[in-house]
């Protein structure tokens, strides 16, 4: 059914997993360009934000809680760029996205800066817990060209990281 994660899903890097990106990139008018061009970039998002409970952008490492923000934000289907952008830029791929404003752009960029804020969260509480080197740096660097593209920009990661209710 239409925004199911399909189980049997081709194996990555095989002719099937090829043209099953090549189908979704057409359909959603995504183009890639570049070293080893689109055989070279991870295939897009298949399926809808929410689709199998984010399943999906869990396993690109978005946490949960970011992926109820989108549900409770009424971000239900990703754009052409955050279909490409976000399993590209999860995957620590080069990424350049060319797309007017309010094609998702800020969205598709912040996605993948909160799966690697999560990741770094995890391993410094394993740190904590000696199960892994303490040693920690700079996880995600936000450039904004303005200072109103800066306010949306935290907005947005407002949005997709709310405040953590305070244990009492």
């Known amino acids: 059914a239409a925004g199911e994660v399909n189980a049997a899903a081709p ?3 095989s002719q099937a997993w090829l043209q099953a990106a090549a189908l979704l990139r057409k359909a959603h008018g995504i183009k890639v360009a570049g070293a080893g061009g689109a055989a070279a970039a991870p295939p897009p998002l298949s399926n809808a934000f929410g689709a199998d409970s984010g399943a999906e952008l869990r396993s690109l490492g978005v946490p949960p809680r970011a992926v109820a923000a989108l549900a409770e934000a009424g971000l239900s289907e990703p754009t052409a760029c955050q279909r490409q952008c976000v399993p590209a830029l999860c995957a620590a791929v080069d990424t350049l996205c060319v797309a007017p404003t309010g094609s998702g752009k800020t969205l598709a960029f912040l996605l993948p800066a909160v799966a690697a804020m999560e990741r770094e969260r995890v391993r410094a509480a394993a740190a904590e817990e000696g199960t892994e080197d303490a040693k ?30 305070q244990k009492r």
């Open 136 to 165: 920690t740096g700079v996880v995600v660097v936000v450039l904004a060209p303005t200072a109103e593209l800066a306010q949306q920009t935290l907005r947005e990661l407002r949005r997709l990281l709310p405040p953590k209710p």
């Open 11 to 13: 194996a990555p890097g």
